[in-house]
Structures are given as structure tokens and as C-alpha cells.
T-cell receptor, first 115, second 110 residues
């Protein structure tokens, strides 16, 4: 079984709809991240959480919110989806910080299309 | 802040050697990561360098020069399955997250 899972894997929705993307992990890591990836722009950090009570905005948090329901679960919500939120979304986890040389483990991604 | 520059695309021949360069600017250096990402798939960790020099891991090697703000990933004996994007990343100052470059898309041709 995959260590980091994301649901749904693909989603098409309409402008103005509320969407939730879910991420679960079995690695026992405290740190979880949400990224979006757009062609030519690379991976950009939306939100990150160092534990259940610690949630922080990343580089591009506007229009998004998150919930850390448990150590293993981290959800990303788009309150009112807009077309420029069409992207590939990745969840990731890590044991400790990148500055200590800790790699991040990525989920398989959710391809979201907003019409 | 951070900045990373990588070539956008490269093409190389099966069996050959290719070097993918990465230059970075960061206010506090805490190592450099390389990830591989096949099209539409998740990035996977390749290497982490924090000291100057070359680290070899099978067909893949990664080099770091902190004084020059420069790293490269060296892929030997290229195989078709090496066609992928290669992402250079550095830890962000303070937050201890990763800042990614836009990646280099490598195409291996027969």
C-alpha cells in the first residue's frame, strides 16, 4: 500500500464550487505539505503543518484553506474554485525539516480542473 | 529569499552521459536536494548534498559547490526510463520547507 495517498485523483468542477482534496499518510510523519504544480512554474507551497496544532501559510495560500484532522490526515479546500486554480496538486510528508536533510515523500497527486 | 535556475529542457542519447546544472541563491544554505519526476507522477527523492564535492549513487551522481552556488546532477549510461523532469530544491530560510526550481525536462532518445 502507498505511504501517502490522495483523493480524488482527478476532479473536474465548476467555477464557484467548494472542493476538498484529502491526503492521508501511514509514515507516522508529523510534517505535511500541500503544493500545486503548474507547467513552467514548478512546485509551489500552499500550506504546511508541523503537527496537528500548527498550520502555516505557504507561498500561495490565497483562495485555499486547510485542516489537519489528525497526524495522518491533511485536507486542502478551495472555498470557491476559479479557473486559475486548475493545476496538479501534491501532498507531501516529512519526518523533520528540509534543513536537516530530510526528504519529503509525495502522494500521487490530484489533477484538478476548474471550468 | 531563494532563487533557483535550471535549464528548461535537455535531450540526450540512450547510453550517454548528461549533466543537469542548477544555480541557486539563498540567504542561508542548508543543503540542496535533487528530485526526479516522471510526467504526471509524484516527485521522488534522488540526492541531498550539504558538503562540497561529488556524491555517487549508482548511475546518478550529484555535485555541490557552495562557494559558487552551483550543483549538478550527472546521469550515466542513460536509459529510456530516465526521461523525466529533474527538480533542484533548497531549504527555505527559517521555515525549513523546500523551495523548488522549475525543473529540467530530460528526454532520452534512442
Amino acid at each position: 500500500d502507498a505511504d501517502v495517498t490522495q483523493t480524488p485523483r482527478n476532479r473536474i468542477t465548476k467555477t464557484g464550487k467548494r472542493i476538498m482534496l484529502e491526503c492521508s499518510q501511514t509514515k507516522g510523519h508529523d510534517r505535511m505539505y500541500w503544493y500545486r504544480q503548474d507547467p513552467g512554474l514548478g512546485l509551489r507551497l500552499i500550506y504546511y503543518s508541523f503537527d496537528v496544532k500548527d498550520i502555516n501559510k505557504g507561498e500561495i495560500s490565497d483562495g485555499y484553506s486547510v485542516s489537519r484532522q489528525a497526524q495522518a490526515k491533511f485536507s486542502l479546500s478551495l472555498e470557491s474554485a476559479i479557473p486559475n486554480q486548475t493545476a496538479l496538486y501534491f501532498c507531501a510528508t516529512s519526518d523533520l525539516g528540509a534543513g536537516e536533510g530530510n526528504e519529503q515523500f509525495f502522494g500521487p497527486g490530484t489533477r484538478l480542473t476548474v471550468l | 529569499g531563494q532563487n533557483i535556475d535550471q535549464p528548461t529542457e535537455m535531450t540526450a542519447t540512450e547510453g550517454a552521459i548528461v549533466q543537469i546544472n542548477c544555480t541557486y541563491q539563498t540567504s542561508g544554505f542548508n543543503g540542496l536536494f535533487w528530485y526526479q519526476q516522471h510526467a504526471g507522477e509524484a516527485p521522488t527523492f534522488l540526492s541531498y548534498n550539504v558538503l562540497d564535492g561529488l556524491e555517487e549513487k549508482g548511475r546518478f551522481s550529484s555535485f555541490l559547490s557552495r562557494s559558487k552556488g552551483y550543483s549538478y546532477l550527472l546521469l550515466k549510461e542513460l536509459q529510456m526510463k530516465d526521461s523525466a523532469s529533474y527538480l533542484c530544491a533548497v531549504p527555505q530560510t527559517g521555515a525549513n520547507n523546500l523551495f523548488f526550481g522549475t525543473g529540467t525536462r530530460l528526454t532520452v532518445i534512442p
